[in-house]
């Protein structure tokens, strides 16, 4: 997310099939991986471990790097890279920036050759489950207790927002650093609001009589990117959440009987069904995929979109350059539970480092400088997205967007709320986002949602081959 010219950080969503393809075992990478080319990478290594270089790193070890290029860009692993280049200025550094991640690199999966680090990220990602369960992922346990950049005397771990070891477990071990924090929240223009004396309502009750005054200027109250139902599918979770408290996600989660059945997520269901009976929702969004629609957002035709935050590097493109991208809640159904200044955040970018990479070791050392302060902050004033790196971006001037989803995530404290089906169980990941989409577009009911969302948890819950994992 750093230069007008980056792909757009979803650009390949529309690649649907191949995620479908390998999330349902069509892909030869789910048996391809779980055999390999035993050839495999030596790792690394072999030089005297310190406190400066605890994975014992050699200096002239080549080092290759592969970025998805997609809403943040390339240009932060390049400063990474400059990073590791400084410390081993032997290391030759391969870096790759693309968005294609499955067709360029299952073949080297394949074949035993894998890159030193990845940021599998992306509509075309590896699948992460087949990845872990078939040992193609390094365990970071070692990263996460070696000695921190800052201070040899902190570990790596203790530096870290307490989400980033969370979501860092597959299979029970931490298999992959999430490194980027992601506020998800409705996005509007502050510049345009402030001109029409708007102000983001905090109840639905409220939330529906702005929607008529914006509709009455001529603008339309929401879009949503229509052909990915994840977007929209956030604020239906976080319109429940916020109803019926953590519970309501943990038993999502953790594959519990009937927990797609939970009252709340019927009353958020329906509050997005009231939007569309009441002509809330721009014409034609449906249809729209997130550049189509977001670039209609810029364009001041719709008020409010669903996104998370990486939204406004995102758009730089596009957006007006007086355009304020600024983050706020949803507002809250009757009798919720949660206050409405907390969100959905989530640790994203699955960075990893193969367990058969040639330099494994220079592959650790490279999350490491990532997760210094001075690679964190940096990688948040390219991308206006803040880190897992506690502090990370204090003294920085954030850009609106950056201000604001900070700000969110702050007020929200322990009553933010994260979800994590979708990265555990890959399989109901795509299908599930179809579902959210045909509920937004208004083509099934709030009940025919949640009996559609249990039956693929309950597949999913069945299937002997899908790693249950389980929330307290």
Not at 176 to 193: G, P
Not at 195 to 204: C, D, I, N, R
Not at 384 to 409: I, M, Q, R, Y
Request: charged share 25%.
């Amino acid at each position: 997310m750093t230069t007008p010219n980056n792909l757009s950080r979803r650009l390949f969503l529309q690649r649907a099939a191949v995620g479908t393809l390998l999330a349902t075992g069509g892909g030869t990478l789910l048996s391809a991986c779980a055999s390999g080319d035993d050839s495999g990478g030596t790792g690394g290594g072999g030089a005297e471990k310190t406190s400066a270089n605890p994975f014992g790193v050699q200096e002239a070890d080549p080092l290759d790097v592969v970025i998805f290029k997609g809403g943040y860009g390339d240009d932060y692993a390049k400063f990474h890279e400059s990073l590791y280049k400084k410390k081993f200025g032997k290391s030759e550094i391969k870096h790759k920036g693309i968005t294609d991640i499955t067709p360029q690199l299952q073949p080297r999966f394949n074949g035993g050759t894998p890159p030193d680090v990845i940021d599998n990220s992306g509509a075309s990602l590896l699948p992460m489950s087949t990845l872990a369960s078939s040992g193609q992922l390094a365990d970071l346990t070692v990263l996460f207790d070696a000695p921190s950049i800052d201070d040899p005397n902190v570990k790596v771990r203790d530096t870290l927002e307490p989400i980033a070891l969370d979501a860092a477990m597959r299979d029970g071990k931490p298999l992959v650093l999430e490194y980027v924090l992601t506020v998800f929240a409705i996005w509007y223009d502050k510049k345009l609001f402030t001109e029409k004396g708007w102000e983001p309502a905090k109840t639905w009750a409220d939330f529906l009589t702005l929607c008529g005054e914006i509709k009455k200027a001529g603008i339309a109250p929401l879009a949503y990117q229509g052909k990915h139902g994840n977007y929209i599918g956030q604020v239906v979770m976080d319109m429940a959440v916020k109803h019926g408290g953590h519970e309501v996600i943990k038993k999502i989660d953790s594959l519990e009987p009937n927990a797609w059945m939970h009252p709340s997520i019927k009353l958020a269901a329906e509050a997005l069904l009231e939007l569309r009976s009441k002509g809330f929702i721009l014409p034609g969004t449906d249809g729209l995929d997130h550049i189509q629609s977001q670039t209609a957002w810029s364009q001041g035709k719709a008020a409010f979109i669903p996104s998370g935050s990486w939204l406004e590097n995102e758009q730089k493109p596009v957006a007006p350059k007086d355009f304020l991208t600024t983050a706020t809640f949803t507002p809250l159904l009757p009798d919720s539970k949660l206050p409405v200044d907390c969100t959905g955040i989530s640790a994203g970018e699955n960075f990893i480092v193969p367990e058969k990479a040639k330099n494994k070791t220079g592959g650790l050392e490279y999350l490491r400088l990532m997760l210094s302060k001075e690679g964190a902050g940096k990688f948040t004033e390219l991308t206006g997205s803040p880190t897992v790196v506690k502090g990370a971006a204090e003294g920085l001037k954030l850009s609106p967007g950056a201000e604001s989803s900070s700000a969110l995530l702050k007020s929200g404290g322990q009553n933010n709320w994260t979800q994590y089906w979708a990265a555990w169980y890959s399989t109901m990941d795509q299908p599930m986002r179809g579902v959210y989409a045909e509920l937004a577009a208004g083509r099934i009911t709030a009940d025919e949602f949640q009996k559609r969302a249990q039956k693929l948890a309950d597949e999913t819950a069945k299937d002997p081959k899908t790693k249950k994992q389980t929330r307290s």
